[in-house]
Antibody, heavy 127, light 113 residues
Framework: QLQLQESGPGLVKPSETLSLTCSVSGDSISRSTYYWGWVRQPPGKGLEWIATFYYGGRTFYNPSLKSRLTISVDTSKNQFSLKLSYVTAADTAVYFC???????????????????WGQGTLVIVSS | DIVMTQSPDSLAVSLGERATINCKSSQSVLFSSNSKNYLAWYQQKPGQAPKLLIYWASTRESGVPDRFSGSGSGTDFTLTISSLQAEDVAVYYCQQYYSPPFTFGPGTKVDIK
């Protein structure tokens, strides 16, 4: 059974780097036929797409965050990570990781809908 | 960017009655080569992660009750709950996956009247 679990510091200081990890069980990121991604939700607000990637393939970034974003994969731990630099209070949110349906053959695939979500982790940016 | 809007912002429906949520995209999300609408619906209950309900605008995810249905094409879409149950109280979001950035609607809150 697929499970995704976000982890990381719940409090980050302004101008520092937010680092989160998504641990995956029940599927292998490196052998999966799915994309993987991040979505965030400021308290009391709606959902904002952050990034989606396919292991060994292309990564799609939200242009509004791209300059501050780094997405990486640790296949030995079956985890993927998000780093967001120079954070401000506007980056305070619940961060979700998710498995994303792949549309089309691998050579010409695009990301689809967010099919399975982690429970989310709250990150507060404050001094 | 494709902007997603939803209406109403919130609605209250009596148990057993129909709830209808509308979603509009600023440009078509219908992909002509496969005639599929790249539109999904999610349900988010308080304190929980979103849950996929509908994809390709009208395909119900496995395990989702058949009282949930999606319709529409191009730029105008609808999520219908045919007979509202207490456990359906939630915020519902539409999302386009036609082109990045993959944008969500602002959400519609559904309550019991």
């Amino acid at each position: 059974q697929l499970q995704l679990q976000e982890s990381g510091p719940g409090l980050v200081k302004p101008s520092e780097t937010l680092s989160l990890t998504c641990s995956v069980s029940g599927d292998s990121i490196s052998r999966s036929t799915y994309y993987w991604g991040w979505v965030r939700q400021p308290p009391g607000k709606g959902l904002e797409w952050i990034a989606t990637f396919y292991y060994g393939g292309r990564t799609f970034y939200n242009p509004s965050l791209k300059s501050r974003l780094t997405i990486s994969v640790d296949t030995s731990k079956n985890q993927f990570s998000l780093k967001l630099s120079y954070v401000t209070a506007a980056d305070t949110a619940v961060y979700f990781c998710a498995r994303v349906f792949r549309i089309g053959p691998i050579v010409a695939a695009t990301p689809g809908y967010f099919q399975h979500w982690g429970q989310g982790t709250l990150v507060i940016v404050s001094s | 960017d494709i902007v997603m809007t939803q209406s109403p912002d919130s609605l209250a429906v009596s148990l057993g009655e129909r709830a209808t949520i509308n979603c509009k995209s600023s440009q078509s999300v219908l992909f002509s080569s496969n005639s599929k609408n790249y539109l999904a619906w999610y349900q988010q209950k308080p304190g929980q992660a979103p849950k996929l309900l509908i994809y390709w605008a009208s395909t119900r995810e496995s395990g989702v009750p058949d009282r949930f249905s999606g319709s529409g094409s191009g730029t105008d879409f609808t999520l219908t709950i045919s007979s509202l149950q207490a456990e359906d109280v939630a915020v519902y979001y539409c999302q386009q996956y036609y082109s990045p950035p993959f944008t969500f609607g602002p959400g519609t809150k559904v309550d019991i009247k």
